[in-house]
């Protein structure tokens, strides 16, 4: 290949003056003809902590030979993961969105530190995969990124499909007495039956569509199931994607725009995904410097119907999606119905509606996970960006398979996730009740944690539609009910939401926008007289410079 191919590995690899780095480098297999190759940074998050990193080890070197048969060079290295899932519902939760961070600073470590002409990566759990991309806009190297794939869906007690999300609400029907504990096991056992992520349109399944979406993966990069050979298959083929890519000189802000993120988050809406793709994307548009607010967000959801039946406010997993006919077949429906810009590049060196060229639109197979346009399951975006005086900034619920979007009731403040599930544990909240859960915002956390455990034992307990729940912590993709989360600015900050009391009378309303308490304003300001900052409950570590460096939820949770 002509040294073109190489424009920035050759800056540690070219010249006498680089004897030494080559040395190095033929000590892990280099040979003379390969400093002339273009040498890719391969980010595998493989690792024996979660099902949904499990097998990417094998993916990665997959995506390895895809390399080496395109004529590069790979570099296999590992970046750091968390499970979200066995993280959820204690301390060890705090550390979730402070991953995201981690694993962006981490490939960026390597693929900028070693001089990679471009940037293969491989993740499975929640915050992998906005991670590896906020990297990739950040050196805006030639870039593709491979998801791991979706778990297939477990065995319950009378046949049903179940999930991990299955067995955070039977943990709520125990507590309710609405199932023994041999149920409970049965299901906690069959919830999880192989590799891959969580199955739902949970946060991985929703971050994967979008990144599809985007352009940043290959065509059904986000359905494909994690066992499977087509998976395989197409890690081979995007390591050799990767290649076209430093030839064509085709990098990610070429691919991320303000026309390609409209397109993945429109897809979120149509999938019905998870509250998180507004923190993520925030992120990821932050990144590639492209400006990107709540209002965009507002302005998409106004206009997208919500149209998959996916858990977990629906009936299938993302399994049923592919056998159906794929997350491109999602995306050709939504080009032919006028609501994608077709016309953006993407990671195949071909623009989004090139690639549909040959794809059947899911509108036009007999399947029933994706609903018509002519019938959707709610006629705007399933996420909304609430304002109010509880959330000056902004905030977000998700209001996908509600029967009911508004409430007003009384507030029942609880200071952490903890002291709130212990009520719960006593069957304290009632229906009509505003659950608050404060001081979980990224910088009160810190880390901004998903409340599941919360939301899934309020379901359990058959409370889910007949409460209301705020927080400035966040949700997971698995969470439903009234639950409105990322209220800006946050208690710890001295967002309105550190100065409610219990009784306050609380609205939230999903079909006017609006999260408030029934106080005026100059009530508010008198409360907050004599009031300070907390100090940050992190005294050292990663937590509390994640609290030092963080901005607020409404720009993405991201540190500067």
């Known amino acids: 290949m002509p040294s073109e191919s190489n424009p920035t590995s050759r800056l540690t690899t070219e010249g006498p003056g680089r004897a030494p780095n080559r040395a190095m480098l033929r000590g892990v297999g280099f040979q003379d003809d390969d400093f002339g190759k273009p040498i890719i940074g391969v980010a595998s998050l493989f690792s024996e902590i979660t099902p949904c990193n499990a097998h990417l080890d094998r993916l990665a070197r997959k995506g390895c030979e895809g390399v080496f048969a395109a004529g590069g060079v790979p570099q296999i290295f590992g970046a750091p993961t968390a499970s979200d ?28 530190g070693m001089n990679h002409d471009g940037l293969l990566a491989f993740g499975g759990c929640d915050k992998n995969m906005p991670g590896c991309v906020m990297a990739m806009a950040r050196l805006n190297i030639p870039s593709i990124f491979v998801y791991g794939g979706s778990i297939l869906p477990g065995l319950g007690p009378d046949g049903e499909d179940v999930d991990i999300v299955s067995i955070f609400e039977a943990v709520g029907r125990r507590q309710a007495g609405k199932c023994d504990d041999k149920t409970v096991h049965k299901i906690e056992c069959e919830a999880c039956p192989g590799a891959g992520s969580c199955g739902g349109m949970y946060t991985a399944n929703t971050m994967s569509s979008a990144i599809e979406a985007m352009g940043m993966s290959l065509p059904y990069d986000a359905s494909l199931p994690a066992v499977s050979a087509a998976k395989e298959r197409e890690s081979f083929l995007a390591g050799r994607a990767l290649i076209n890519l430093i030839e064509k000189n085709i990098r990610p802000r070429d691919i991320i725009t303000r026309k390609s993120l409209e397109n993945a988050y429109t897809m979120v809406l149509a999938l019905g995904g998870s509250t998180n793709a507004v923190l993520h994307l925030k992120a990821i548009a932050h990144e590639a410097g492209v400006e990107w607010t709540l209002a965009d967000f507002d302005r998409l959801g106004s206009k997208v119907p919500h149209l998959a039946d996916l858990k977990p406010g629906g009936r299938f997993v993302m399994n049923d999606l592919h056998r159906a006919g794929g997350s491109a077949a999602v995306l050709r429906g939504l080009l032919d119905a006028g609501m994608l810009h077709g016309d953006c590049m993407t990671v195949t060196g071909a623009t989004l509606a090139e690639n549909l060229g040959d794809v059947e639109s899911i509108f036009k197979r007999k399947q029933d996970v994706v609903r018509p346009l002519n019938r959707p399951l709610h006629g705007t975006g399933h996420l909304v960006i609430l304002h109010g005086n509880l959330a000056p900034d902004g905030a977000v619920a998700k209001v996908a398979g ?21 009520a719960i544990q006593k069957r304290e909240i009632k229906a009509g009740d505003v659950v608050v859960i404060r001081g979980e915002g990224p910088v009160g956390g810190p880390g901004m944690r998903e409340m599941l455990s919360v939301t899934a034992a309020l379901s359990g307990q058959g409370l889910g539609e007949s409460i209301g729940l705020i927080t400035d912590g966040r949700f997971s993709g698995g969470t439903h009910g009234l639950v409105v989360g990322h209220i800006s600015p946050e208690a710890w900050v001295g967002g309105p939401i550190a100065f409610l009391r219990d009784g306050d ?56």
């Not at 519902?89 to 995201?100: A, E, I, K, P, T």
């Not at 007003?408 to 996730?417: K, L, M, N, Q, S």
């Open 85 to 112: 899932g066995i993280m959820m519902g204690h301390q060890g939760m705090r550390y979730s969105l402070v991953s995201r961070e981690v694993i962006a600073d981490s490939l960026e470590v390597v693929a900028g």
């Open 402 to 422: 509600l029967k009911t979007t508004r409430i007003t009731g009384p507030a029942r403040v609880f200071d952490g996730e903890e002291v709130c599930f212990e």
């Open 505 to 560: 009378r609380v609205t939230i309303d999903a079909e006017k926008k609006v999260v408030s308490v029934d106080l005026s304003d100059a009530e508010l300001a008198k409360r907050k007289v004599g009031w300070t900052a907390p100090a940050i409950r992190a005294k050292g570590g990663v937590l509390a410079k994640f609290a030092r460096t963080v901005r607020s939820a409404s720009e993405g949770a991201v540190t500067t």
